[in-house]
């Protein structure tokens, strides 16, 4: 009778073990998740950072060129390019805080 009251104490335990790991692991997996969700949101924050600097020195260049009378077409084109690319991430990142306001006022 001690024997089988050590085995059915030792199979709880190991059922509390086992239901910890798996909790355990899933919320983890449910972290991990959402800090790769932040850190594209911080590296293209960090992008968005970089492009306007560059729109910035290529509008300056753009316009010492036009002043010189120097051919600005690759300048233009690349200037362009920035330009929509910072507006893609302007709305990426307008959605995804869109996203967390309508989040947290829901909970």
Known sequence: M?????????LLFL???CGSAFYYYFYTKEIGQKQ??????IN??????VLAQRIV?????AATNQILKRNNYENFMELRSCINQLSMIHRALQDFVVS???HSQNN
Do not use: W
């Open 44 to 49: 293209i924050s960090g992008k968005q950072r």
């Open 15 to 17: 059922l509390c073990l």
């Open 57 to 61: 020195f290529l509008s300056q260049l």
């Open 36 to 41: 790769d969700t932040l850190l594209y949101y």
């Open 100 to 102: 967390v306001v309508v």
């Open 2 to 10: 001690g024997s089988k009251k050590i085995l059915l104490v030792h």
